[in-house]
């Protein structure tokens, strides 16, 4: 099974803030995503990723960018940190959707 | 823009009760489906998925879903739940485009009561 690990569990940071979470997967899959789950809306997905250096939109970039200099690292930024971003962020990699992701245990931000 | 939408957000359960949690995309193209659950503390974690062939399939610990094309849902079901079954579940549909992403559900909270 793929392993996907996120760096962080917990991270405080503060208004304005630029804020780095990072994601690697131990398997050379091509796709990666970046969700965020906030209670009543389910996961939202923020940004995803094809191939190296390569990334789309998803349905909640704003606020957000990403980067992907290497197969198995996908990074998501917040550029400057604000309240609303507080949230479970999850990331998630994986191959042809038919076999499934697999997520990351979740990074739990909160920004004050 | 497409969406999947699950009706229930909360369902609580006696233990021994059948449960059926519904599950409904709008995209009118070929998608695979899939339902993860996430248990209180853990990561989310793959139950059963849909792609092509039989519309009944069967997942991990005795759950099973139902496609039924003409309905565009994807309902999950089990006979008997148990205690242990106490999760969130999150319906998701990939599109088969390039893209590969998955869109999620809200959730359905269940609690099942010993």
């Known amino acids: 099974d793929v392993k996907v690990t996120q760096s962080s569990r917990y991270l405080v940071k503060r208004t304005g803030e630029k804020v780095f979470l990072e994601c690697v997967q131990d398997m050379d899959h091509e796709n990666m995503f970046w969700y965020r789950q906030d209670p009543g809306l389910g996961l939202r997905l923020i940004y995803f990723s094809y191939d190296v250096k390569m990334k789309e939109k998803g349905d909640i970039p704003e606020g957000y960018s990403v980067s992907r200099e290497k197969k198995e690292r996908f990074s998501l930024i917040l550029e400057s940190a604000s309240t609303n971003q507080t949230s479970m962020y999850l990331c998630?990699?994986?191959?042809?959707?038919?076999?499934?992701?697999?997520f990351g245990s979740g990074t739990r931000l909160t920004v004050v | 823009a497409q969406s999947v939408s699950q009706h229930n957000h909360h369902v609580i359960l006696s233990e021994a009760a059948s449960l059926e949690l519904g599950c409904n995309y709008s995209y009118g193209g070929t998608v695979n489906l899939f339902w993860y659950v996430q248990y209180p503390g853990q990561h989310l974690q793959l139950l059963l998925k849909y792609f092509s062939g039989d519309p009944l399939v069967k997942g991990i610990k005795g759950f099973e879903a139902e496609f039924i094309k003409s309905k565009f849902s994807f309902n999950l079901r089990k006979p008997s739940v148990q205690w242990s079954d106490t999760a969130e579940y999150f319906c998701?549909?990939?599109?088969?485009?390039?893209?590969?992403?998955?869109?999620f559900g809200s959730g359905t909270r269940l609690l099942v009561r010993p």
């Open positions: 998701a549909v990939s599109l088969m485009d390039s893209s590969y992403k998955l869109i």
């Open positions: 998630a990699g994986g191959g042809r959707p038919f076999y499934g992701y697999t």
